[in-house]
């Protein structure tokens, strides 16, 4: 009788149409690297805004935006950004990519959320600089390849 009811359910979950959301680590570094290219090579700010999700934009305006950055690296650039690690939670549509300064004191470390899925896209949905290493809140798995991104002072 349990195996009737296990199999039951088994098959309503699978006609049910959920679906565990697939994500693509490739993507979601090189638009982390992109990400930080933009702001500390280019210094393009309203680039790298426009890879922020539209929910993020709401909040926060274009010039918001780059006084957050400006003022959680008081002015300075990073001699480089360590790409490391992603985080993934459970089956849904969001993945984050962690980063940390290299060659600049304080160390600042990054989580950048995105949304989405490797055929959807993904779009920054929430960015956090902090001088403390940040907290896990999902599965944490290293890169396959770490990035370095470079970046030459001014």
Known sequence: MKLRYSILLLMLFLLSGFRFATHDEVTVRKMTDDFFREIFIQNDFDSAYSLLDVEF??????NDFKQYILQKHAGKRPGGILIYEMELYGGNEVISTFAKTQ??????????TFKGTYAKGYK??????DRTEIK?????????KQVTLK???T
């Open 103 to 112: 060659g600049y004191e304080p160390q600042l470390f990054y989580r950048i």
């Open 57 to 62: 934009q709401k909040v926060t305006s274009k």
């Open 136 to 144: 896990k809140a999902g599965y944490r798995k290293p890169f396959d």
């Open 124 to 129: 920054i949905y929430s960015l956090l600089i």
């Open 151 to 153: 970046i030459k002072s």
